[in-house]
């Protein structure tokens, strides 16, 4: 960000009312109930424990066994979409194996690999917005497609790729959320898992597809649309960017809960743990991302990907991607002119999000 005093993205409240929708909208029910317990660091419902304090949080990833494959679970989840051996249903050696593979995968060279590809398709839509308008959701697909097809190898349609990992997750969420599901669910989550596999060189990455084509789309446009309500446009430079990338995805916290289940007893802010508890995460509140104050650090921005052993190595793909297209957008200072909840997907979202520039570059 260029010199003077620096944006507090956290204190616009237009920008929060806007956000705050998307939760509101897709998941009405579950969000009240974590807003009634949210005071309490810790709260038992039965045998489901919503972890809301950012100590606790920790806690519960670095400290707690957890069950990799329990139904309701990311890992349960991972065991649906493929034949299991993935990083998020593995135990032990193999688990510590495949996060370092993963790592790899997404390190700063990775990061230089997948820049060019973020950068066409950039180039090919942003200039939309001289001409009239640009749909931000559509344009955070193409990038989320073209990403999981770097990552996994796959040779088809990156746009084809994008659309079976969010029919996947969406239909795989139903195990991860409390509520009524449809009779079919399990023959739909079968279904949406295999035509996501035959579009992968190996099954086993489908949770790769899922998690960043899921993350991205839930994730950029939502961004997008707090700097545009902040308004601080004028601020966005190359040597900001990235803090500010990092800020943005604290405060919407695209992956908002981690589902979990105890696989040992324990404790949590004084209350017991039971081997079995369904443990509900609230990565939302554990970053701080509720408190309409400046950001409380780099451990509240990292808790939005996880903590320890369980933190996502995804991370800095992420803000490095989020950071390009903030840099793509500013010199266009859009405004949201339209905005439509997605009440399907797997991940709190927008489905149409609508920017019309206010400056023309140069």
């Known amino acids: 960000m260029t010199g003077g005093t620096r944006p507090e993205p956290a204190r616009h409240p237009g920008a929060r009312r806007r956000d705050r929708r998307v939760y509101l909208r897709s998941h009405p ?35 707690i066994p957890l069950d990799r494959t329990a139904p309701g679970t990311t890992g349960g989840a991972a065991a649906e979409l ?93 195990d991860h959320l409390p509520g009524p599901r449809p009779r079919d669910a399990a023959r739909t989550a079968a279904a949406r898992a295999a035509d996501l596999a035959a579009l992968l060189p190996d099954p086993r990455d489908a949770m790769v597809a899922v998690a960043t084509v899921n993350t991205t789309v839930a994730a950029l446009p939502r961004a997008a649309a707090w700097c545009a309500d902040a308004g ?18 604290r ?57 320890g052993p369980h933190a996502c190595p995804g991370a800095g793909a992420a803000r490095a991607l989020l950071a390009e297209l903030l840099l793509a957008l500013a010199p266009y200072a859009p405004v949201v002119t339209g905005a439509r909840v997605d009440r399907r997907s797997a991940l709190p979202g927008w489905s149409v999000l609508t920017l019309r520039a206010t400056r023309t570059p140069g």
């Open 29 to 63: 029910l579950l969000f009240a109930l974590l807003a009634a317990t949210r005071r309490r660091p810790v709260a038992r419902l039965g045998r489901t424990v919503l972890v809301h304090g950012a100590e606790a949080y920790r806690e519960a990833l670095t400290r």
């Open 251 to 307: 405060l919407t916290a695209p992956s908002p809960l981690l589902p979990r289940v105890a696989a040992a007893d324990g404790e949590l802010a004084g209350r017991a743990v039971r081997k079995g508890d369904r443990l509900i995460l609230v990565a939302r509140h554990a970053a701080g991302a509720h408190r309409p104050a400046p950001s409380p650090g780099p451990a509240a921005a990292q808790a939005v990907f996880g903590a």
């Open 82 to 174: 493929t034949d299991g051996g993935v990083l998020f249903d593995q135990q032990g050696a193999d688990h510590r194996t495949a996060r370092r593979e993963l790592a790899a995968a997404l390190d700063a060279a990775a990061v230089d690999r997948l820049r060019p590809h973020w950068r066409a398709v950039l180039a090919e839509r942003i200039p939309a917005l001289a001409a009239g308008e640009l749909e931000l959701v559509a344009l955070s697909r193409a990038l989320a497609g073209v990403t999981a097809a770097v990552l996994t190898g796959a040779s088809g349609c990156p746009h084809a790729l994008a659309g079976a990992a969010a029919e996947a997750a969406a239909a795989a969420a139903r």
């Open 232 to 249: 601080i446009w004028p601020s966005v430079d190359a040597a900001g960017a990235p803090a500010l990338a990092a800020e943005l995805l």
